[in-house]
């Protein structure tokens, strides 16, 4: 690690004021961010820790939504959100270990886009809009490839607002070491159609599998995909799984998710 | 009835509590005024030359108090390979010299090629990233196979990547070859034994000091033997006398073999303390751990089995590449070969072995013993070959195995493969696994698994293995250039509790409780009130230290025989305050009587009068009690077991999850069986995690993919099952005097062929003709597997 200085304002105003100084960055629960440091592989000269802005925390049900402040942990959503949102809440209380949900977040997690990330397959595949101190992001704007995102510099996600589904389902075949995703499939059934989000599989992060959703939104089960198949084309070819296995696991997960959908 | 003390008795391990309550002394935790911080510069490139070194911006940094590079030991001698092994044509094997920093080349990812001494870790770190190394990077030799065929080399000055290239029984090659060609049936396989980084939950962590005014070194790190890391650091790197050396190894996290070895790390902070004239501590991050750590297995073999029309082992047939990395360390020409090739005879009386052995230098971290060390490479071969036979021939594997065992009456048993085998039974083995395991059960089990659209298999594995690694002339005979005896030293003190100093290290293995039930109950007094001291070199004897399999039974043999002494001695002390004869004396729950009377002295008495010698026989006794034995024994102890496993596979995905693992193990008497179990449920652990998950993966340059626990998985408890483990069959070691084999390995050594044969049988219960995949299987490993079938 190198030496920096830490701030920690108590407002997204503030926040956003000390992020504007040079080689400033946002500290969510640090669970990227710190090894990373550790590493020596980023230099901020100053963390802006958004664990104490109390407008960034919790969780809010808004006609058929649901709001998810920004710095919210995932142990948090893991225990709050399973009323109205179960497939989200499992979603959440399967990410990492105790200690990375009780300080990792939504934010943090969104804004890294890791492409074998959990919650963008959960953000995209909802629909859902990642609200920030300058303006409102649709997902499907949002994510731009693996680690890249619509984000400005500086810019801070306060919340994430999901529209709550009939039926949900999220299906993590792990990756054996990191228990990241090697390929995770959200599905969600709206009243207007289905949306298939994956994660884990592509060089080009979380995508949607439009193919699938068609057929689903047609017949949600898990016969509607017996006859897709998913190219095995950019998706990703690491010491975990070819790029095979994984379009092979797309279509298994996305079939299981679809049967357990709830 | 299970005893509650003494030998037996499955006494919580009172180590634990200073384990578990976080008052463990780790070498980190050792705090000195003064101490100052080394850190490495360390190779980026699989192969580079070194073409300069500019360290003067690093050397003008804060805090910085001296910078080494290979220049500063070009002088002093390398870290030297334990055994000599010679290879066929009679040539001994090459031994490049392993410098404490690289000099002239950089020859792995990792290899330290500078060190920065600093007030601080930080500072030293800062200053590290100053250097400016000018290193050449040239084609990296990763794979054994290129290694072996290409025209550059690991190190220039040998002129070729082999280190040797063994065989063994060299006599037995013709005869075998012949049986082979002549033979009904031969089954023939081509595997991989995985690489594994050994993961010892504490880093390595070494602190040199030195004390101007005595010329007197100490060193603290975690070892398995401080006497060795002393004898090589004295006789073959820095040439520091041994008494003006002390290496103290304290409380040690784990090392599965890897914290056997020497590493230059330990010169270091010896060189820099004297030059500096202050402490100096060195702590590994977990990354130097991934890249320097001795790694251990990384065979790649082809085993042929002959066989006749009954299915009788005619003959086994090996070809190993055996991959050493960059630098011989210590054991790592052991292991391939006298750890590996004598026990290719297996459980079974099969006349004819042959196994020939390639070392090979590549540019990756050296390899070496890793827990089973050779006797795991050599289970799986044959008990994956064993069980493709089974199948070829149309023959229960159990039945085949069965048939070419050893049987009772052949003890004392000569193994085709140079042994002698002193006690075992395996088929009592084989009975009591199909019991406990409920094999009996197993279709049905099947059957669950097939409902819920998964295909459950039943794999076995009979394993024997050589521990307790001595007999000195036996070593000395196969190459070891150390003996391998061990030592102890029974101090009674005047208030009749004792210390016992023995040269065995635990670290994990439970001696602090296992040790005095043997002591406890041969002097029949409370366990509790001895203590065992161990890992200084200043206050043990000089002993070997702990791998091997061997803590008990070589070096609970030396308590057993000085023990043996203070009872001698406490006898004559008993007879002088008794008026008695040394042979009228009897000791019974800590009371020495004269036979036949009801005169007696308590055990405290007889301690307290040896240092309270007042009227004492002077010419007959000397005061005090206290006495030192060496311990070597005639042979090798030889453990052996019967394993099975049933794994679910899940066809979709080529998911294995292990359901159920029994392990049955010889393991002769027993004096704690709770350590012992859990010293199986470790091992087990760690062969299931060989057998499924752990994957070291270096890329084409020579780059560690595998580096971190982001992509090295390590098994976790949800990968594992609850094991059945049963030692009640134990056949006791003829020539110890505990009557005691090992148990430390075991685990490690018969698992992995076990998962193996259980998901082959799952996959072609299923209809898939697959005969083998290579470890770790991986999910994605058994689905191409599956589907290329
Ligand atoms: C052992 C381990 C296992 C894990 N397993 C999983 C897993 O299974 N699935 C999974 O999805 N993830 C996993 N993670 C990642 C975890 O979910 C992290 O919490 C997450 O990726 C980052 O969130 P954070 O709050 O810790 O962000 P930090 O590490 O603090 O920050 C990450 C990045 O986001 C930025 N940032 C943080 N908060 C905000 C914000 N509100 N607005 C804008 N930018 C922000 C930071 O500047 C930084 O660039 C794992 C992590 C670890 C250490």
């Known amino acids: 690690m190198y030496a920096f200085d830490i701030e920690r304002p108590a407002s997204v105003a503030d926040a956003v004021a000390a992020l504007g100084t040079e080689d400033a960055q946002a500290l969510g629960g640090g669970q990227t961010l710190i090894p990373t440091l550790k590493q020596r592989l980023a230099a901020p000269s100053r963390l802006v820790s958004l664990s104490g802005v109390t407008e960034m925390q919790g969780v809010a049900s808004e006609a058929g939504n649901i709001r998810i402040g920004g710095a919210t942990t995932h142990a948090t959503v893991a225990s709050q959100v399973g009323g109205t949102y179960p497939a989200l809440a499992d979603l959440a209380a399967n990410i990492g270990d105790p200690a990375v949900r009780n300080r990792g977040t939504i934010g943090g997690s969104l804004a890294n886009n890791d492409p074998a990330a959990c919650y963008p397959a959960a953000a995209l595949g909802s629909g859902a809009t990642i609200i920030t101190n300058k303006r409102q992001i649709a997902a499907d704007d949002y994510f731009q490839g693996m680690f890249t995102t619509a984000l400005e510099e500086g810019e801070i996600i306060t919340a994430v607002s999901f529209p709550v589904p009939e039926k949900a389902n999220y299906q993590k075949f792990v990756q054996p070491a990191s228990r990241f995703a090697l390929v995770g499939v959200f599905v969600a059934k709206y009243s207007d159609g289905v949306r298939v989000a994956v994660t884990g599989a592509s060089n080009e992060g979380v995508h949607r599998w439009s193919a699938a959703e068609e057929a689903l939104s047609g017949n949600f089960s898990a016969d509607a995909i017996a006859d897709l198949s998913v190219s095995a084309d950019d998706l990703i070819n690491d010491l975990h799984g070819s790029a095979e296995y994984r379009a092979h696991l797309v279509k298994v997960m996305t079939g299981r998710a679809v049967a357990a959908a709830m | ?789």
Not at chain 2, 537 to 548: A, E, H, L, N, V
Not at chain 2, 695 to 700: A, G, P
Not at chain 2, 744 to 757: K, M
Request: glycine share 10%.
């Open chain 2, 1 to 789: 009835m299970p005893k509650d003390t003494g030998i037996g008795a499955a006494t919580t391990r009172r180590e634990d509590v200073r384990f578990l309550t976080g008052r463990g002394q780790y070498t980190d935790d050792i705090q000195t005024q003064g101490e100052c911080a080394a850190v490495f510069a360390r190779s980026t490139v699989a192969n580079g030359k070194i073409k300069s070194i500019d360290t003067s911006a690093a050397a003008a940094m804060p805090g910085v108090l001296a910078i080494f590079t290979g220049e500063d030991f070009a002088e002093v001698g390398g870290n030297p390979a334990g055994w000599l092994i010679n290879s066929r044509d009679g040539t001994p094997m090459h031994e490049p010299k392993r410098p404490v920093l690289a000099h002239g080349k950089v020859r792995h990812v990792g290899d330290a090629y500078a060190a920065v001494i600093a007030e601080t870790v930080q500072q030293a770190r800062d200053a590290v990233e100053a250097i400016e190394a000018d290193i050449e990077e040239l084609p990296a030799i990763v794979n054994m196979k290129d290694a072996l065929a290409a025209d550059h080399y690991v190190h220039d000055e040998i002129g070729t990547n082999q280190c040797f290239d063994w065989g063994w029984i060299e006599d037995n090659r013709a005869a075998t070859d012949e049986a082979i060609k002549n033979a009904h049936h031969v089954t023939t396989l081509e595997l991989v034994n995985n690489r594994l980084v050994p993961n010892a939950m504490e880093p390595r962590c070494s602190i040199g000091h030195y004390n101007p005014g005595t010329d007197e070194y100490i060193l603290h790190t975690t070892s398995q033997n401080p006497h060795l890391t002393r004898l090589l650091i004295s006789a073959f790197v820095m040439g520091i006398p041994e008494n003006k050396l002390t290496v103290i190894a304290p409380d040690v996290g784990g090392g599965f073999g890897s914290k056997i070895y020497h590493y230059g790390e330990e010169a270091l902070v010896l060189a820099a303390a004297k030059k500096l004239g202050r402490t100096v501590k060195w702590t590994a991050d977990r990354t130097e751990a991934f890249l320097t750590d001795a790694h251990g297995r990384d065979h790649v073999t082809k085993i042929e089995l002959a066989l006749d029309e009954e299915g009788n082992f005619l003959a086994f047939r090996t070809e190993t590449m055996a991959n050493v990395g960059a630098y011989l360390s210590n054991f790592s020409t052991a292991t391939p070969t006298f750890l590996h090739g004598t026990l290719m005879a297996g459980n079974y009386t099969v006349p004819l072995v042959y196994v020939n052995v390639k070392a090979v230098f590549t540019n990756t971290a050296p390899v070496d013993a890793y827990r089973g060390a050779g006797r795991p490479e050599a289970t799986y071969s044959l008990e994956r070959v064993i069980d493709k036979a089974a199948r070829e021939i149309g023959m229960d594997p159990i039945e085949l195995r069965r048939k070419n065992f050893v049987k009772p009456d052949q003890y004392p048993f000569a193994s085709a493969a140079g042994l002698e085998y002193d006690s075992g039974n395996y088929d009592a083995l084989m009975d009591q696994m199909e019991k406990v395991a409920d094999k009996a059960g197993f279709e049905a089990r099947r059957k669950e698994s097939k409902a819920k659209g998964l295909l459950r298999g039943f794999g076995v594995n009979a394993y024997i293995e050589a521990c307790g690694i001595a007999p000195s002339n036996l070593v000395g005979v196969l190459g070891s250039r150390v003996g391998l005896y061990d030592a102890a030293t029974v101090r009674v003190n005047a208030t009749g509790n004792l210390s016992v100093m023995v040269g065995a290290h635990s670290h994990g293995q439970g001696h602090e409780t296992v040790f005095p039930q043997v002591v406890g109950e041969m002097l029949g007094i409370d366990p509790q009130s001895i203590d065992i001291v161990h890992g200084d070199t200043s206050k043990i004897p000089f002993g070997m230290g702990t791998y091997g399999s061997r803590s008990l039974a070589v070096c609970g043999s030396a308590v057993v025989r000085a023990t043996e002494k203070i009872i001698n001695k406490a006898k004559k002390i008993a007879a002088h305050m008794l008026e008695a004869s040394d042979a009228d004396i009897e000791l019974k729950d800590g009371v020495f009587s004269v036979a036949g009377t009801d005169k007696s002295v308590s055990f405290g008495e007889v301690a307290l009068k040896a240092y309270i010698p007042h009227n004492f026989p002077l010419e007959d006794i000397e005061p005090g009690l206290e006495e030192t034995a060496f311990y070597d024994p005639a042979n090798f102890t030889y453990p052996s077991g019967a394993y099975c496993c049933e794994v679910e596979v899940d066809p979709e995905t080529g998911k294995v999850r292990v359901d159920r693992m029994t392990a049955v193990d010889d393991f002769g008497n027993v004096i704690n069986p709770m350590v012992v179990t859990g010293q199986v449920h470790g091992g087990l652990g760690q062969g299931i995690g060989q057998a499924l998950v752990e994957n070291t993966t270096y890329d084409e340059d020579g780059q560690l993919l595998s580096a971190s626990y982001m992509d090295y998985t390590m098994p976790r408890a949800d990968d594992l099952p609850f094991y059945i483990v049963d030692h009640s069959k134990g056949n006791p070691c003829t020539h110890n005097p505990l009557g005691v084999k090992g148990c430390g390995e075991a685990g490690a050594i018969g698992s992995p062929p076990t998962v193996v044969n259980a998901v082959i049988d799952a996959l072609q219960s299923g209809g898939k003709n697959v005969t083998h995949i290579d470890m770790p299987m991986t999910s994605h490993r058994v689905w191409s597997a599956m589907n290329n079938a």
